[in-house]
């Protein structure tokens, strides 16, 4: 009788062991999972950046690479001197190019925003009230551009806006204009590159969210006096405003740094930093005050994502209370 | 087929009520949800549609409440027709399944939603929903959210908001579905007295047959887009007009047979499954012949292990299975002819010990007017 009942007792204490074994070992394996991506961060964003943020405090020179190093040997005096050089800051704030240049930038970033968001609610609204197979098709076609190459999608907008473009040939055609219009190189091109190539990223928060959306509430919102229009004010609107949030930071944040577009399309009157940014870097070889000008446009940025982070923060703390 | 064969029942469908559904159809791409449908509904009346899932009641309902476009008939509600009115035009308000309360109002904001969509003035609303905190207790809730609150608190706030436009009719779906049981009848109470206080009528769906007796003054009970029965809670369950509604209410013996005599004051049903004809001690509308179904509540049937007095009405069987509820047991018992039979029996004595147990030969009797006769 004891063999049998003996056993099952020692597996038990067998599986508990393993299982105590396995616990010790896991917090390592929880580490290392979190880990990866850390150093991925650490690698590719935290140490490429402390790079910018040091060259932005060093000086131009005719050397390679092309800046001064901020710790210097001096044997005379046996001493480390730090050259902590603030004057690409403060040529950024004295030239009013470098400040109009900002402004230009963010102007351009919040109007084309503006106007992804105008574009892209519908069409998310509209996908999201659709069948659900409809509505994976319709995603599908929403996300297919982006397969081909970004640069390749800009350049084909050259073929669209051109003089000779699709746009103006068939407007001739049509009679409604003589000359051709002149929308290549000029800001309005800028602003339709950059609504065409991030409504993708305008589409997809605002789908997620209100294909969420319970019609119910919608229901009960008409069955208690409220007209569709009325409904989608009260109900629909302030219910998506996190896909909102979202939305316009994955296009507003990019899109102020933006450089192929602006360039590509632009002409030289579209007056953003990004193009700035590279002037002084392959133009000029003024690397430091090229990190100045990064540097300054990453806290600019920050405001905007620290907002999105608190909303998001205080958004899923409402939910969970 | 619609089954209405009580004669009163007919009477009050020939005279409008205060919301009147006239040949009512509702289809959904050839499929008939709702089937020319009749209703009447007086005013200050909790009338439930009461059927199982697919039986067309919840289609009706939102054709009621104008979510969806009836594809013929009529629905009159005070004299007025409203087929063609949308949503939010009809005098109407809805107290959803899981209430569907928006998620970013507070207890305050959406139960004055209505109020503000009418353009009340704003004094006047916070006095109307002053008046519906008041009403279902929510005074010290009025500033929380919806996912703050209990599925109870819920279930008032969706209530009052329904009820904060003083709608000429209520519209209450599944009212109890998102409750547990305990809560469920408690508050199944509560919502008819707040209803009855108020006088408005009201129409309920819901699959639960205990939740349509406890509110509902009458109830008709559907199946498949038609309505089997209108009646009030006793009447379906003692009087079903056919063999849906006995077998969809509450447990039933249904025995099937053949009418032997057919006289004013008495009938007898032939059957398989009892040595004797049953005697039924009322005369019915019926011939010679006619195969009908015998129902018989268990609750009607009385168990013993003696033989009971009388010639007809009675069955030898053995216990073959006790069900124990608690304050009553259900006795399955086989009969020679292999039909069975369930026997309420009340648990009035504390651990009966000369009580029938399993494989116990019994008798099972009923008296002569226990049972239904159903045509259909």
């Excluded at chain 1, 920050?302 to 982070?309: G, K, R, T, V, Y």
Aim: aromatic share 10%.
């Amino acid at each position: 009788m004891s063999t049998p009942a003996a056993n099952p007792a020692s597996d038990i204490n067998e599986a508990a062991t393993l299982r105590q074994r396995l616990r010790q070992w896991l917090p390592g394996a929880r580490s290392a999972v979190i880990g990866v991506p850390y150093l991925w961060l650490l690698l590719f964003f935290a140490i490429p950046f402390l790079i910018v943020l040091k060259l932005s405090f060093a000086k131009m020179a005719s050397s390679i690479p092309p800046y001064t190093s901020l710790i210097e040997y001096v044997d005379v005096d046996k001493a480390f001197t730090v050259h902590l050089n603030l004057g690409n800051y403060t040529q950024l704030l004295a030239d009013s190019q470098y400040v109009l240049a900002y402004l230009s930038s963010i102007k351009i970033a919040v109007v084309a925003t503006f106007f992804t968001l105008l574009i892209g609610y519908p069409m998310a609204y509209v996908i999201s009230r659709m069948s659900p197979s409809a509505r994976n098709i319709a995603m599908m076609l929403v996300v297919l551009p982006s397969w081909t190459s970004f640069l390749i999608r800009v350049y084909a907008w050259i073929g669209i806006l051109d003089s000779n473009g699709l746009v103006n040939r068939a407007l001739q055609a049509l009679g409604l204009i003589d000359e051709p219009l002149h929308i290549l190189y000029t800001p309005l091109a800028a602003y339709i590159g950059i609504v065409y190539c991030y409504l993708p990223f305008m589409v997809l928060p605002l789908y997620a969210n209100l294909v969420k959306l319970d019609n119910r509430l919608l229901e009960a919102a008409y069955d208690l006096g409220a007209k569709p229009w009325q409904a989608f004010v009260r109900i629909t609107l302030p219910l998506s405003r996190s896909g909102i949030v979202a939305g316009c930071m994955l296009v507003m944040i990019p899109a102020v740094g933006e450089f192929v577009i602006p360039e590509m399309l632009g002409g030289p009157d579209t007056l953003m930093i990004g193009r700035v940014l590279w002037g002084e870097f392959f133009n000029n070889r003024n690397w430091p005050l090229a990190s100045a000008v990064a540097i300054v446009m990453l806290v600019l940025l920050l405001i905007p994502i620290l907002l999105f982070n608190r909303a998001q923060q205080r958004e899923l703390e409402g939910k969970l209370a | 087929m619609p089954v209405d064969a009580k004669p009163d029942a007919i009477a009050l469908n020939s005279a409008p009520g205060y919301l009147s559904i006239r040949e009512l159809r509702k289809e959904f791409d050839g499929f008939v949800a709702v089937d020319d449908v009749n209703l009447d509904v007086r005013k200050g009346e909790i009338f439930a549609l009461l059927g199982g899932s697919g039986s067309g009641k919840s289609t009706l309902l939102r054709c009621l409440a104008g979510f969806e476009t009836p594809t013929g008939g009529k629905i009159l509600l005070d004299g007025q027709e409203i087929n063609a009115l949308p949503p939010y035009e009809r005098p109407i308000n809805m107290m959803f399944q899981s209430y569907a309360l928006f998620p970013h109002m507070s207890v305050e904001q959406n139960i004055a939603f209505g109020l503000k969509q009418d353009g009340m003035a704003k004094d006047a609303i916070a006095r109307r929903v002053g008046e519906m905190l008041e009403l279902v207790q929510l005074q010290q809730l009025a500033k929380r959210k919806p996912h703050q609150l209990s599925g109870g608190q819920q279930q008032r706030v969706a209530l009052a908001r329904s009820l904060a436009k003083s709608p000429k009719l209520l519209l209450l779906d599944e009212p109890m579905g998102a409750l547990d049981k305990k809560l469920r009848s408690k508050m199944q109470l509560e919502l008819v007295g707040i209803i009855e206080q108020l006088g408005v009528t009201c129409v309920m769906v819901t699959h639960d047959q205990e939740e349509a007796m406890t509110m509902a003054t009458r109830i008709a009970v559907m199946d498949q887009g038609w309505i089997q029965q209108i009646g009030k809670p006793d009447d379906i369950y003692e009087q079903p007009a056919n063999r849906f509604v006995a077998s969809f209410i509450g447990s039933v013996n249904l025995i099937e047979g053949v009418i032997d005599e057919d006289l004013p004051e008495y009938v007898t049903v032939r059957t398989a499954d009892f040595p004797a004809p049953i005697y039924v001690g009322h005369g019915i509308t019926c011939y010679e012949g006619q195969p009908v179904a015998f129902a018989l509540r268990p609750e009607k049937v009385h168990i013993a292990k003696d033989e009971p007095q009388g010639e007809t009405n009675k069955a030898r069987g053995v216990v073959e299975d006790i069900a124990y509820f608690g304050s009553h047991s259900v006795y399955h018992v086989r009969l020679p002819s292999g039909a069975k039979i369930l026997s309420n029996f009340a648990n009035m004595k504390r651990w009966d010990s000369d009580g029938i147990t399993w494989n116990d030969e019994v008798w099972v009797s009923w008296d002569d007017n226990d049972g239904v006769v159903l045509t259909s």
